[in-house]
């Protein structure tokens, strides 16, 4: 079975400091795929990045880093230079692949979410 | 153009009503899914299919039904609704893979139930 945990569930912080969401995940697979989605106020789910197990390099996307480590089965995101924009609830999610070619068992497994406020 | 869309937006009904949530994906993917976000924003999987066909049912009780008439749609029926079948439900749409891969998951805007 696959779990994902977010530990944290409301961080808040002033405009320009920079924030680390923490995700650690559970999985049997030794191929799996790691995400991170937003969900800003208005709800809609936004993917941010997808990552493979045999992919362990660090990735930055502008203000966006994500930091994975198999060791620790962790895939945690930090933010660089908050900005009230990045207001939102963000999701760690795990898929394991997919065990045929049927492909349709590729289940995403959400973590609780954090809740970040970015304020002024 | 939407690549998947839901319909409606909002849905505002009485227990003990029957309600569907209709979801088409315009992405020519061949697998579904439905997705339940409680009030407290965690999100499960609830059905998974693929051509049609039912893959993934996590243990969602009899009352949810979902129905694929073909597969660019794949509708949520649900009876006798209940309190706590208040939520938002995300619709999603990915394209069937290979052993060993991930299929990314596109998903809709979401479907806010709210049962008084």
């Known amino acids: 079975a696959q779990k994902v945990t977010q530990a944290q569930t409301e961080i808040s912080v002033v405009e320009k400091e920079d924030v680390t969401l923490d995700c650690v995940y559970e999985?049997?697979?030794?191929?799996?795929?790691l995400f991170w989605y937003k969900q800003p106020p208005s709800g809609e789910l936004v993917f941010l990045i997808r990552?493979?197990?045999?992919?362990?390099q660090n990735e930055i996307s502008g203000r966006y880093s994500w930091n994975f480590q198999k060791s620790t089965s962790s895939f945690n995101f930090t933010i660089t230079a908050s900005q009230v924009v990045d207001s939102a609830v963000y999701f760690c999610?795990?898929?394991?692949?997919?065990?045929?070619?049927?492909?349709?068992?590729?289940?995403?497994?959400f973590g609780k979410g954090i809740t970040l406020s970015v304020r002024p | 153009d939407t690549a998947v869309s839901q319909t409606p937006k909002y849905l505002v009904t009485q227990m003990g009503n029957d309600k569907s949530i209709k979801c088409e994906q315009n992405?020519?993917?061949?697998?579904m899914y439905w997705y339940k976000q409680d009030s407290k924003k965690f999100l499960k999987i609830m059905f998974s299919?693929?051509?049609?066909?039912?893959?993934i049912n996590e243990t969602v009780p009899n009352r949810f039904s979902p129905k694929s008439p073909d597969k660019a749609h794949l509708n949520l029926h649900i009876n006798s609704l209940e309190l706590g079948d208040s939520a938002v439900y995300f619709c999603?749409?990915?394209?069937?893979?290979?052993?060993?891969?991930?299929?990314?998951?596109?998903f809709g805007p979401g479907t806010r139930l709210t049962v008084l």
């Open positions: 999610a795990l898929s394991e692949a997919n065990d045929s070619d049927y492909g349709a068992n590729s289940k995403l497994t």
């Open positions: 999985t049997r697979d030794t191929t799996y795929y």
């Open positions: 992405l020519g993917h061949d697998t």
């Open positions: 990552r493979n197990s045999f992919d362990e």
């Open positions: 299919y693929n051509n049609k066909e039912l893959i």
């Open positions: 999603a749409s990915s394209h069937k893979g290979l052993a060993g891969t991930y299929n990314e998951q596109f």
